[in-house]
Nanobody, 124 residues
């Protein structure tokens, strides 16, 4: 079992930056593929970014490519999402998720463990 806890959300003006963190506990962190998803009110949960267990392979949704950067520190059991040039459409609850394996997948159903989410609100 893996427990995931997100932090770092908040209110920011358009064009600003935020850095989200996801702290993992319960099992060795390094064997897990990790990802960020987000869900706006009344909408489905969507893929944002994904990082391999080694950190060497990353994938991004087209809507955030060039603005967001996913990273991880396996020694600290923590994953990050640096969000720059934020837009109002980035407003959502952001979730971190993980699964044991190396598949490249953006489907929420492929991820076994989820955090409780952290709210990001971008004002225009």
């Amino acid at each position: 079992q893996v427990q995931l806890v997100e932090s770092g959300g908040g209110l920011v003006q358009a064009g600003g930056s935020l850095r989200l963190s996801c702290a993992a506990s319960g099992r060795p962190f390094s064997g897990y593929t990790m990802a960020w998803f987000r869900q706006a009110p009344g909408k489905e949960r969507h893929f944002v970014a994904r990082i391999s267990w080694s950190g060497g392979d990353t994938r991004y949704a087209d809507s955030v490519k060039g603005r967001f950067t996913i990273s991880r520190d396996n020694a600290k059991n923590t994953m990050y999402l640096q969000m720059n040039s934020l837009k109002s459409e980035d407003t959502a609850v952001y979730y971190c998720a993980s699964f044991v394996g190396v598949r490249v997948t953006t489907a929420p159903g492929s991820y076994d463990y989820w955090g409780q989410g952290t709210q990001v609100t971008v004002s225009s």
